[in-house]
């Protein structure tokens, strides 16, 4: 029940484009196509955004698009804005558990 | 519209028990497993504990188990968490968590959280 790793933080101007990586193992992100990305603001719930590696749910932006090679999921933001600015979470189903990353903070500069 | 509305929290000394709540609505909460998902103040999601929609399968952190129990009762529609021998580093705000897949859309529920701080 190793937490997945992330990145501490990441930036990038409006309108730019940044990547973030989660990376498991076979056990977790490479053995289950169940990697879901949570956005979370300050004193709020997560939000989901990406769920089953490259789903949007209804309300997310196109802007915001997953995927995964092996053991490592991406989450990338495309025309960055503003209220992109926040924390992210990766998380993986496995057999018995799931796994969330450390967190990535989100700056906007 | 869809709410889980968690209860219970609040302070207790180490090695205390304390009980959460939480109550389901504007779902079929009987068909769906549920999760506890803990944030420590200024750190990341931990997955706490899984219960499937019957009960029959039930999953915790090595971090809670032999400590915590998760269960549900879908007659009420609410979900529990029992935590005792608690520890500071149990100090939380603790969300009650759904997802999964309706015939039409898949769907994923957060409570607004609960807060447990263990100190003395």
């Known amino acids: 029940q190793s937490a997945l790793t992330q990145p501490a933080s990441v930036s990038g101007s409006p309108g730019q484009s940044i990547t973030i990586s989660c990376t498991g193992t076979?056990?977790?992100?490479?053995?289950?196509?169940?990697v879901s990305w949570y956005q979370q603001h300050p004193g709020k719930a997560p939000k989901l955004m990406i769920y089953e590696v490259s789903n949007r749910p209804s309300g997310v932006p196109d802007r915001f698009s997953g995927s995964k090679s092996g053991n490592t999921a991406s989450l990338t933001i495309s025309g960055l804005q503003a209220e992109d600015e926040a924390d992210y979470y990766c998380s993986s189903y496995t057999s018995s558990s799931t796994v969330f990353g450390g967190g990535t903070k989100l700056t906007v500069l | 519209e869809v709410q889980l509305v968690e209860s219970g929290g609040g302070l207790v000394k180490p090695g205390g028990s304390l009980r959460l709540s939480c109550a389901a609505s504007g779902f079929t909460f009987s068909s769906y497993s549920m999760n506890w998902v803990r944030q420590a103040p200024g750190k990341g999601l931990e997955w706490v504990s899984s219960?499937?929609?019957?009960?029959?399968?039930?999953y915790y952190a090595d971090s809670v188990k032999g400590r915590f129990t998760i269960s549900r009762d879908n007659a009420k529609n609410s979900l529990y968490l029992q935590m005792n021998s608690l520890r500071a580093e149990d100090t939380a705000v603790y969300y009650c968590h759904s997802s999964g897949w309706t015939p039409r859309y898949y769907f994923d529920y957060w409570g607004q959280g609960t807060l447990v701080t263990v100190s003395s």
């Open positions: 076979s056990s977790d992100v490479g053995g289950y196509n169940y």
């Open positions: 219960i499937s929609s019957s009960s029959s399968y039930i």
